[in-house]
């Protein structure tokens, strides 16, 4: 039982690439969210998937896409990476998006766009 | 609009002293609570959490929080903190069917 697995761990881009965060969970979890953290700002919800086939907009979407390709894997997609997109993004995953509100984290993805 | 506000950024203990983190929500109607807590390289955990019932709650390593409806707080507190507790501690709130707000975290730094 892997939990919440996110690929890869470290990139470096340049300005104007293109890359896919990918993330899994094994725990048969519904919910589906991805987070930015920065100093000094905490987490901050960029989109999270409630349920297989959904998608909704976090605190700070712009410049991204996700697809939830099925119960287990939900990516991130930067179409044109921006030095303001320099950041640690954390997948997470939880059993519902109502009261059981208890989010399993992945170990993160450290991206810096030169 | 809901949010979460975590007034001590930067905090340094020597161990075995007594630990206490602000948090505060702004949030209409029925609210659960949460600490996370991020031990450096690795990735956030729960700490513990408030959905009804005991306003005291108690989570692992000894941490417990009070949920005190009255001043919109949930402090997280520790009565003597060891050099293991070296972290970043995030509370967290939700309300009903709503997605939950991080607030921007407090660093804890215990010297031996």
């Known amino acids: 039982n892997a939990g919440v697995t996110q690929t890869p761990k470290f990139q470096v881009l340049k300005t104007g690439q293109s890359m896919t965060l990918q993330c899994a969970q094994d725990?048969?979890?519904?919910?589906m969210y991805w987070y930015r953290q920065d100093p000094g700002m905490g987490l901050r919800l960029i989109y999270y998937?409630?349920?297989?086939?959904?998608?909704d907009k976090g605190e700070v979407p712009n410049g991204y896409n996700v697809s939830r390709l099925n119960k287990r894997e939900f990516s991130l997609r930067l179409e044109s990476a921006a030095p303001s997109q320099t950041s640690v993004y954390f997948c997470?995953?939880?059993?519902?998006?109502?009261?059981?509100?208890?989010?399993?984290f992945g170990p993160g993805t450290r991206l810096l766009v030169l | 609009a809901q949010s979460v506000s975590q007034h001590n950024h930067h905090v340094i203990l020597s161990e075995a002293a007594s630990l206490e983190l602000g948090c505060n929500y702004s949030?209409?109607?029925?609210?659960?609570l949460f600490w996370y807590v991020q031990y450096p390289g690795q990735h956030l955990q729960l700490l513990l959490k408030?959905?009804?019932?005991?306003?005291l709650v108690k989570g692992i390593k000894g941490f417990e929080a009070e949920f005190i409806k009255s001043k919109f707080s949930f402090n997280l507190r520790k009565p003597s903190v060891q050099w293991s507790d070296t972290a970043e501690y995030f509370c967290?709130?939700?309300?009903?069917?709503?997605?939950?707000?991080f607030g921007t975290g407090t660093k804890l730094q215990v010297i031996p």
């Open positions: 997470a995953s939880s059993e519902d998006r109502g009261l059981l509100e208890t989010q399993y």
């Open positions: 725990m048969n979890h519904n919910s």
């Open positions: 998937s409630a349920s297989e086939g959904t998608t």
């Open positions: 949030y209409g109607g029925t609210v659960n």
């Open positions: 408030y959905f009804s019932g005991d306003p």
């Open positions: 967290a709130a939700s309300g009903g069917y709503q997605k939950v707000t």
